[in-house]
């Protein structure tokens, strides 16, 4: 095995952070090598470097044993290096030939577009690395797993021989991640090599052939597969020892808080998105809805927490008919509702952390007297809360959009769980965060539990569904079809019932 | 959009030391003011935030002043006979006429210092009023652009786009010039708050509308404002022509309002500096103190940053989006009371010289927050006024400031072509709001 790509000393400094701090990463030919770290840790700071994104304030760049600067991603692509992003460039009006020709357009004399060409050449690359995507496809028809191939295959058009993935599994859903691993490995036997950026341990151990851990900019070490284990690594991540079980007591099951009775749910485009669902939460519990992403669980909670008036069904909690209340009012009996989408519903981001850490109380005492806003009290609950929940911000008064991922989901958490609440609504409470955080909120969650708060989880996670919750409802196209104890349920079983199939036997 | 996403976390959260005051309390409301006009309050030190904050738009003053000097140049005989004798000589008649032009421009806004000399010399106050008036003038004329900068800067905080300012100073006017001159035989100390709250009614309800059409059917304000504004003027000019009518005028002009219901003025003619100017500072401070400092603020706010994030706070987004479009109508109102009360003292047709307009580019270059706006109201204030001394000595036609105007404008909404010609670099956070952001429709 050659060495194809060698990163030296690389260093890079932000006004106040050292982002990498002498970095040294080498890769092979025809390796996975898995850049490992927390959100923040500087591996994207890295890739961008490498990307021609940023430059490096000192270090060197060796592609097949040359010096390269790289000031440009055309630098990039010209050395052969490229990247798939987080967050896909793609036209998605356009077809998937269009895409991976636009930037490198060939054309024939007056300047139209040779399609026919660069479809062949797509299809070509398509089969010989089993992709199986049509080039004639409409990006936007593609679901989310094909785009991320569309991506790859603008690299491979042009010719790259390094690959690097930046956390692609993220967006992906389990079958389309053991997709990319197929496609990943049949990509390295044809002597391509890739460099995958991730924070998920389970995905590094299956599919890396070398890992790297960068912890705060520096490399921690390197390991391989069959010489690490999880804890291991999270530890080596983290810097300290990590719980990657949640430990809870049992179950103290109270009286019930949240009941909801053939509930139907209507979208926007009046599809009936939750079908007669009938359910409690009881205190002192912890009931997780397990699902695919989109059989309901979003209209659900929106009905739940006054976002989405429902259509039919009555919904009470502690008793009191909540069925048509506002957001509000929901708020107002006790109910804290840690949303899906975070930086959509959850937080402003343009505000600062301390007014996010209030949004939905903001203009009840201590934060409002009469009509005007008491800034020390927001600014004292702030500080208050950032030492509690341990938000890494440099101050109350920083934007929530400057956070990272993690801390902004910390500071919903901060706000909805420091209020005296009944009720918890907690809708895809880890997504995209690192093993630090992860540990952190599940640990809250169950703090929360065990204070005799009700707790409803909804997660398309099936490892966090079954990590936390007491009794596990599955949702299937708008059903719960079944409602298992947490013991009855093994991974099989409710996997099973996720894919719809309910004559299992037990 | 930074493409950085990875930037590690500042370890720890620093907090505040419990000996440093945390907040207002103990500071200053200037201090306070800035901290809020800038973007990003923590990430960097004040003088640097503010120096960010006020870079481009000053630059983009500088560069359209420079670029308004070509056209100067350009549309001048001068220069092109003296072209005809050498390049070096057409030069030189290049940078005296630009510098002749600017300096009368200048003279005619801030005064000529020529006055105040004659009139330590002569002692005869006519020297000094002379010399005073073209800065009260600028004034004057910044105060409409006050009102109409606070009417969109307010509404765009809470996310909406008010085109309509200048049918809202319509309305705001039609209505201050009827309670003028229809009420009679009560003292000023009524009359004139009850004209001028007239005329913030007027634009209230002239937003209103917009506003509530927005919330109930989803139909866009800037297309419904735009509408309303020709229905405003259209309303002027029948009103002019009908009920409203000077007994006995042919023209298109109301009667004049009663001497009670006139703003004070503070001088003799012909400086006509008047109270709208301390009304209109007032507006502003109510304004800052209404989207900062108050409940109802923070729900503006909220909505027009995430509106999505507002509903899920329990925000009622519709009410805040009905109440933000009628709240700077009343803004825009009184900037026609203001008019009508202190300038005008009657209403006639076209009375407004699409303040409403310019006000979009002025809550622009003031970056929606009321000190901006009143500093870039002042700034066109005083453009605006100086241009008639500056036709009147050099013959530079007046429009040239339009131009000057709409290139500085250019440049504030595309601050990237400033960053490029000066070499800047991009701030480091996101600005909280962009101009596009109204465009999407939620």
């Given at each position: 095995m050659?060495?194809?790509?060698e990163?030296r000393?690389?260093t890079?400094?932000?006004?106040g952070v050292?982002?990498n701090?002498?970095i040294d990463l080498t890769?092979?030919?025809?390796?996975i090598?898995a850049?490992l770290?927390?959100?923040?840790?500087?591996?994207?700071?890295?890739?961008?470097?490498?990307?021609?994104l940023?430059?490096?304030?000192?270090?060197?760049?060796?592609?097949?044993?040359?010096?390269v600067t790289?000031h440009s991603?055309?630098d990039?692509?010209?050395?052969g290096v490229?990247?798939v992003h987080q967050h896909?460039?793609?036209?998605t009006?356009?077809t998937?030939?269009?895409?991976?020709?636009?930037?490198?357009?060939?054309v024939?004399?007056g300047?139209?577009l040779?399609?026919?060409?660069?479809?062949?050449k797509?299809?070509?690359?398509?089969?010989?690395?089993?992709?199986?995507?049509?080039?004639?496809?409409?990006?936007?028809?593609?679901p989310?797993g094909?785009q991320?191939?569309v991506?790859?295959?603008?690299?491979?058009?042009?010719?790259?021989d390094?690959?690097i993935?930046?956390e692609?599994?993220?967006v992906?859903t389990p079958?389309?991640i053991?997709?990319l691993?197929?496609i990943?490995?049949s990509?390295v036997e044809?002597?391509?090599?890739?460099?995958?950026?991730?924070?998920?341990?389970?995905?590094?151990?299956?599919?890396?052939d070398r890992i790297?851990?960068i912890?705060r900019?520096?490399?921690?070490?390197?390991t391989?597969?069959?010489?690490?284990d999880?804890?291991q690594?999270?530890?080596m991540m983290?810097?300290r020892a990590v719980?990657l079980?949640?430990?809870?007591?049992?179950?103290r099951?109270?009286?019930c808080v949240?009941?909801?009775e053939?509930?139907v749910v209507?979208?926007?485009r009046?599809?009936v998105m939750?079908d007669?669902?009938s359910?409690e939460?009881v205190?002192g519990?912890v009931?997780?809805i397990?699902?695919?992403?989109?059989?309901?669980q979003t209209?659900l909670v929106?009905?739940l927490t006054?976002?989405r008036?429902?259509?039919?069904?009555?919904i009470?909690?502690?008793?009191?008919?909540?069925?048509?209340s506002?957001?509000?009012?929901?708020?107002?009996?006790?109910?804290?509702?840690?949303?899906?989408d975070?930086?959509?519903d959850g937080?402003?981001l343009?505000?600062?952390?301390?007014?996010n850490?209030?949004?939905?109380t903001?203009y009840?005492?201590?934060?409002?007297k009469?009509v005007?806003?008491?800034?020390?009290k927001i600014?004292e609950?702030?500080?208050?809360l950032?030492?509690?929940?341990?938000?890494?911000t440099p101050?109350p008064?920083t934007?929530?959009?400057?956070?990272?991922?993690?801390n902004?989901?910390?500071?919903?958490v901060a706000r909805?769980?420091s209020?005296?609440?009944?009720?918890?609504?907690?809708?895809?409470?880890?997504?995209?965060?690192?093993?630090g955080s992860?540990?952190?909120?599940h640990?809250?969650?169950?703090e929360?539990?065990?204070q005799?708060?009700a707790?409803l989880?909804?997660?398309?996670e099936l490892?966090?569904i079954?990590a936390?919750?007491?009794r596990?409802?599955?949702?299937?196209?708008?059903?719960?079809i079944d409602?298992l104890p947490?013991?009855?349920?093994?991974?099989?079983?409710?996997?099973?019932l996720?894919a719809?199939?309910i004559?299992?036997a037990? | 959009m930074?493409v950085?996403n990875?930037?590690?976390?500042?370890?720890?959260a620093?907090?505040?030391?419990?000996?440093?005051?945390?907040?207002?309390?103990?500071?200053d409301?200037?201090?306070i003011?800035?901290e809020e006009?800038?973007?990003d309050?923590s990430?960097?030190p004040?003088r640097?935030r503010?120096f960010?904050t006020i870079?481009?738009?000053?630059?983009?003053?500088l560069?359209?002043?420079?670029i308004?000097?070509v056209?100067?140049v350009l549309?001048?005989?001068?220069f092109y006979?003296?072209l005809?004798?050498s390049?070096?000589?057409?030069i030189?008649?290049a940078?005296?006429?630009?510098?002749?032009?600017?300096g009368?421009w200048?003279n005619?806004a801030f005064?000529d210092?020529?006055n105040l000399a004659a009139f330590f010399?002569t002692?005869?106050k006519?020297?000094?009023v002379?010399?005073?008036y073209?800065f009260?003038e600028?004034?004057v004329?910044?105060?409409?652009y006050?009102f109409?900068?606070l009417?969109?800067?307010?509404?765009?905080r809470?996310g909406?786009?008010n085109?309509?300012?200048?049918g809202?100073?319509?309305?705001g006017?039609?209505?201050a010039?009827y309670i003028g001159?229809?009420?009679?035989?009560?003292p000023?100390i009524?009359?004139?708050?009850l004209?001028?709250?007239a005329?913030?009614l007027?634009g209230?309800?002239?937003?209103?509308?917009?506003?509530?059409?927005?919330?109930r059917?989803?139909?866009?304000?800037?297309i419904?404002?735009?509408m309303l504004?020709?229905?405003a003027?259209?309303l002027?000019?029948w009103?002019?022509n009908g009920?409203?009518?000077?007994?006995?005028s042919?023209?298109?002009?109301?009667p004049s309002i009663?001497?009670?219901a006139e703003l004070?003025r503070?001088?003799d003619?012909p400086i006509r500096?008047h109270?709208?100017f301390?009304?209109?500072?007032a507006?502003a401070y109510l304004v800052y103190?209404f989207?900062?400092k108050?409940k109802?603020g923070?729900?503006?706010?909220?909505v027009?940053s995430n509106?999505?994030?507002?509903?899920?706070?329990g925000?009622?987004v519709?009410t805040?989006m009905?109440?933000?479009?009628a709240?700077?109508?009343?803004l825009?109102g009184m900037?026609g009371?203001n008019e009508?009360?202190g300038?005008?003292?009657n209403l006639?047709?076209a009375f407004?010289?699409?303040?409403?307009?310019?006000s979009?580019?002025?809550?622009l270059l003031?970056?929606?927050?009321?000190?901006?706006?009143?500093?870039a109201a002042?700034l066109f204030?005083f453009?605006?006024?100086g241009?008639t001394?500056?036709?009147?000595t050099t013959?530079?036609p007046i429009?040239?400031v339009?131009i000057?105007?709409?290139?500085?404008?250019?440049?504030?909404a595309?601050p990237?072509i400033?960053?490029?010609i000066?070499?800047?670099?991009?701030?480091?956070?996101?600005?909280?709001?962009?101009?596009?952001?109204?465009?999407?429709g939620k």
């Amino acid at each position: 095995m050659a060495t194809v790509l060698e990163l030296r000393g690389i260093t890079k400094r932000f006004p106040g952070v050292l982002a990498n701090d002498a970095i040294d990463l080498t890769l092979e030919q025809g390796e996975i090598h898995a850049l490992l770290g927390e959100n923040g840790a500087g591996k994207t700071t890295l890739m961008n470097i490498l990307y021609g994104l940023y430059q490096q304030d000192s270090g060197e760049i060796f592609v097949k044993g040359q010096p390269v600067t790289v000031h440009s991603s055309r630098d990039a692509i010209a050395a052969g290096v490229g990247m798939v992003h987080q967050h896909f460039m793609l036209v998605t009006v356009f077809t998937v030939t269009e895409n991976v020709m636009l930037g490198d357009e060939d054309v024939h004399p007056g300047g139209v577009l040779n399609r026919k060409e660069a479809a062949a050449k797509i299809r070509h690359i398509s089969e010989q690395f089993n992709l199986d995507v049509d080039p004639d496809a409409y990006v936007k028809d593609l679901p989310v797993g094909v785009q991320q191939r569309v991506e790859i295959i603008k690299l491979l058009y042009r010719e790259a021989d390094i690959l690097i993935l930046d956390e692609p599994s993220a967006v992906l859903t389990p079958q389309e991640i053991e997709g990319l691993f197929k496609i990943m490995r049949s990509l390295v036997e044809r002597g391509k090599s890739i460099i995958f950026i991730t924070h998920k341990l389970k995905e590094v151990l299956e599919i890396a052939d070398r890992i790297t851990v960068i912890r705060r900019g520096k490399v921690i070490g390197s390991t391989t597969p069959a010489e690490a284990d999880q804890s291991q690594l999270a530890e080596m991540m983290v810097g300290r020892a990590v719980q990657l079980e949640v430990e809870k007591d049992a179950c103290r099951p109270g009286k019930c808080v949240l009941q909801v009775e053939n509930l139907v749910v209507l979208d926007d485009r009046q599809h009936v998105m939750v079908d007669d669902v009938s359910f409690e939460v009881v205190e002192g519990e912890v009931l997780g809805i397990a699902g695919v992403q989109g059989n309901g669980q979003t209209e659900l909670v929106e009905a739940l927490t006054g976002l989405r008036p429902p259509f039919e069904g009555k919904i009470r909690i502690d008793d009191q008919d909540v069925t048509r209340s506002s957001p509000r009012q929901i708020t107002e009996q006790g109910v804290a509702h840690v949303p899906e989408d975070r930086q959509m519903d959850g937080l402003v981001l343009p505000f600062p952390v301390a007014d996010n850490l209030m949004l939905n109380t903001y203009y009840l005492a201590p934060f409002t007297k009469g009509v005007v806003l008491q800034n020390n009290k927001i600014l004292e609950n702030a500080n208050r809360l950032i030492q509690e929940f341990d938000i890494r911000t440099p101050g109350p008064m920083t934007n929530a959009g400057s956070l990272s991922g993690g801390n902004q989901q910390k500071v919903i958490v901060a706000r909805e769980f420091s209020r005296p609440i009944k009720l918890l609504i907690a809708s895809q409470p880890t997504r995209g965060l690192d093993v630090g955080s992860i540990e952190y909120i599940h640990g809250r969650i169950i703090e929360k539990r065990d204070q005799g708060t009700a707790i409803l989880l909804v997660s398309t996670e099936l490892d966090e569904i079954m990590a936390l919750s007491d009794r596990i409802a599955v949702m299937f196209r708008g059903k719960i079809i079944d409602i298992l104890p947490a013991e009855a349920a093994t991974k099989e079983k409710v996997g099973l019932l996720m894919a719809g199939v309910i004559d299992v036997a037990a | 959009m930074s493409v950085e996403n990875d930037t590690p976390e500042i370890p720890s959260a620093q907090g505040s030391p419990p000996d440093k005051p945390v907040n207002g309390s103990k500071k200053d409301a200037g201090q306070i003011l800035i901290e809020e006009f800038t973007p990003d309050r923590s990430a960097q030190p004040r003088r640097k935030r503010i120096f960010q904050t006020i870079l481009v738009p000053f630059l983009a003053i500088l560069t359209g002043l420079i670029i308004g000097g070509v056209f100067i140049v350009l549309t001048s005989e001068e220069f092109y006979t003296a072209l005809q004798v050498s390049l070096w000589e057409g030069i030189k008649t290049a940078f005296s006429i630009v510098a002749t032009t600017y300096g009368a421009w200048f003279n005619g806004a801030f005064g000529d210092w020529a006055n105040l000399a004659a009139f330590f010399e002569t002692g005869d106050k006519a020297y000094l009023v002379k010399f005073f008036y073209p800065f009260t003038e600028g004034l004057v004329t910044s105060i409409p652009y006050i009102f109409g900068g606070l009417s969109v800067a307010l509404a765009f905080r809470a996310g909406m786009f008010n085109i309509g300012a200048e049918g809202q100073i319509f309305l705001g006017a039609i209505f201050a010039a009827y309670i003028g001159y229809a009420i009679t035989g009560i003292p000023a100390i009524l009359h004139i708050p009850l004209a001028f709250l007239a005329g913030a009614l007027g634009g209230f309800l002239w937003g209103f509308i917009p506003g509530f059409l927005k919330a109930r059917t989803g139909a866009h304000e800037v297309i419904t404002t735009i509408m309303l504004n020709y229905i405003a003027f259209r309303l002027s000019d029948w009103l002019l022509n009908g009920p409203m009518q000077r007994p006995g005028s042919a023209n298109p002009v109301s009667p004049s309002i009663m001497a009670s219901a006139e703003l004070p003025r503070f001088f003799d003619d012909p400086i006509r500096f008047h109270g709208g100017f301390i009304l209109a500072l007032a507006a502003a401070y109510l304004v800052y103190w209404f989207l900062w400092k108050t409940k109802w603020g923070f729900d503006f706010r909220a909505v027009g940053s995430n509106p999505h994030a507002a509903r899920y706070a329990g925000m009622k987004v519709a009410t805040v989006m009905t109440l933000s479009m009628a709240l700077a109508g009343a803004l825009a109102g009184m900037g026609g009371a203001n008019e009508v009360m202190g300038i005008n003292h009657n209403l006639a047709s076209a009375f407004s010289s699409g303040y409403g307009f310019d006000s979009i580019a002025i809550a622009l270059l003031g970056s929606n927050h009321p000190l901006g706006v009143v500093l870039a109201a002042l700034l066109f204030g005083f453009m605006r006024s100086g241009a008639t001394t500056m036709m009147v000595t050099t013959g530079i036609p007046i429009d040239i400031v339009s131009i000057l105007q709409a290139l500085i404008l250019a440049f504030v909404a595309a601050p990237g072509i400033i960053r490029a010609i000066y070499r800047l670099k991009q701030p480091v956070s996101a600005e909280g709001i962009t101009l596009a952001g109204s465009w999407g429709g939620k």
